[in-house]
């Protein structure tokens, strides 16, 4: 398994206000999720390290260098980004699987991913219009847009430098300084995105990358006084920790947070594609991810059949080297992560679980050194079970029937999450009529985990609050303003 290139990171250096230097906490040691061997060492942040960021950002974002350039030339610094991210695609994918473990598939499509959501966003701030709105007096009215200041961005360890790219982009296009907080245990794309912004011309000050614990940087950076708004990807307990913090500030959040996905199939299903979306639904990023599809409803007449078939593609799905091309899952990232799996599976089981696959840590070919989890199945549980009701952020899949429409949207309702859903059927009209009953952001109609940087994303309920994406999505980082210019002849008639 080869390592990364260590020419797309500076030593043992974090970024400070544009400046590399050792932070002040202590080191944290990158291993590979793979086989546990040390991938580098990297010093963290701490506060002192977040009140020297966010004090020298909000000068920067000031400066006529920045908040003070043209949109397109803004624009032109965005696309600077995105070409070096291009040309640096293969290093940043190598690093990101040494990173987290995902297959190198899956990085290089987080890296093309990440590389496009900065041309996105460099055309729209290009384009995106101010308004002359209707007047009703003797005035002009104006409604425009100005950045807000210093952006708290907190990515979390499952995509990073896609994610991290969906806050930066807009937040920068958008005018302001952005400090950005990688997870803990992930810190490697976003220090090398740092020195890619760098090179591409973001001015000295304006972006800050603070690798460290949650519970110290991410909590100086939410009280902050001078940052005005937060961004965070992560899970719904820290996000409601975010949420309290800021209302004390008044300041906005973005929080895309956990999800429960259900994933519907109807008794006219393509069942091949079904089987199909379902599979990648679930076990892709070897289920470390929000929107996975990770309860599955059925409709009565088919669900033999189907979770049979299922259980066996599943089988098939080949679990082990992330560098590997034909390799489906990877490893989890980490052994307590995998131990938390581990005690929701006995958990299912207690609960009358029917284990149809997994359940267990693969073994043969060097997996025992890794965190390593096989794709895992259950039936014969209700949809009020712990592990129905619970995100357990791992390749955990519990296959429930349903019978009619009204009990299964009720069922696919009963969650206090609302991140995402599929729906698997030929008939259009019930396509649309059930996708507008679910209480999701994304709804998907056959096809599954699909993403575009033109769409909004957004969770609703306690899947979070805020949008990301979209032409608009750049407004989330930036405050309204309205205009009045006179244009009477007269003066005001009042003090007559």
């Not at 030339?73 to 040309?87: G, K, P, Q, T, W």
């Not at 104006?142 to 991290?164: C, L, R």
């Not at 939410?222 to 005005?228: A, D, F, S």
């Not at 955990?396 to 949207?409: Q, T």
Request: net charge negative; with cysteine.
């Amino acid at each position: 398994m080869s390592a990364f290139d260590p020419t797309l990171l500076e030593n043992d250096k974090i970024f400070v206000a544009g400046e590399w230097r050792r932070g002040t906490g202590d080191a944290y040691v990158s291993i590979y999720p793979a086989d546990q061997s040390v991938n580098t060492e990297v010093s963290t942040a701490t506060a002192r390290d977040v009140q020297d960021a966010v004090d020298i950002a909000d000068v920067a974002w000031r400066k006529p260098d920045w908040a003070g350039l043209k949109a397109h030339e803004r624009a032109a610094v965005l696309h600077n980004i995105a070409s070096l991210i291009d040309a640096k695609q293969e290093g940043l994918s190598l690093l990101q699987r040494r990173d987290n473990g995902k297959p190198i598939k899956e990085t290089r499509a987080l890296v093309r991913s990440a590389a496009n959501t900065f041309r996105y966003f460099a055309s729209c701030v290009e384009t995106l219009e101010d308004a002359v709105t209707p007047s009703r007096g003797d005035y002009i009215t104006m409604n425009v847009h100005e950045p807000m200041g210093v952006v708290a961005a907190i990515t979390p360890w499952n995509s990073p430098i896609a994610s991290d790219a969906q806050k930066l982009a807009p937040a920068l296009a958008a005018g302001n300084s952005v400090v950005l907080k990688p997870a803990e245990v992930t810190p490697l794309a976003s220090l090398a995105l740092a020195r890619i912004c760098e090179e591409a011309g973001v001015p000295k000050g304006v972006l800050s990358v603070l690798p460290g614990k949650g519970s110290v940087v991410g909590d100086a950076l939410v009280r902050h006084p001078l940052v005005k708004k937060v961004s965070f990807t992560g899970g719904t307990t820290v996000g409601r920790g975010i949420a309290r913090l800021a209302a004390e500030k008044l300041m906005p959040v973005s929080l895309e947070l956990g999800g429960k996905s259900p994933t519907i199939v109807f008794e006219d299903a393509d069942l091949d594609h079904a089987i199909n979306g379902v599979l990648y639904g679930i076990f892709s990023s070897s289920g470390e991810s929000c929107i996975a599809g990770s309860r599955l409803f059925v409709a009565r007449e088919i669900f033999d059949e189907f979770v049979t078939r299922l259980t066996h593609a599943a089988q098939c799905l080949r679990v082990g080297d992330p560098s590997r091309e034909d390799t489906h899952m990877g490893p989890l990232i980490s052994k307590q992560h995998r131990e938390t799996i581990e005690r929701y599976v006995a958990k299912a089981l207690e609960e009358g679980g029917r284990l149809r696959c997994g359940g267990e840590r693969p073994t043969g070919n060097g997996r025992e050194a890794g965190f390593f989890y096989l794709p895992t199945i259950f039936d014969g549980l209700t949809n009020d079970s712990r592990v129905c009701q619970e995100e357990i952020f791992g390749p955990v899949l519990v296959a429930l029937p349903f019978d009619g429409e009204e009990s299964l949207i009720e069922q696919a309702n009963d969650s206090v999450f609302g991140l995402a859903a599929g729906i698997w059927t030929r008939d259009y009209k019930r396509a649309w009529r059930v996708s507008k009953a679910l209480a999701a952001g994304t709804v998907w109609i056959n096809t599954y985990k699909q993403f575009s940087i033109s769409t909004p994303f957004s969770g609703w309920k306690d899947s979070g609050m805020g949008r990301e994406k979209g032409y608009l999505g750049i407004r989330e980082y930036m405050q309204q303003k309205s205009v009045y210019w006179g244009m009477n002849d007269q003066p005001i008639a009042w003090a007559k």
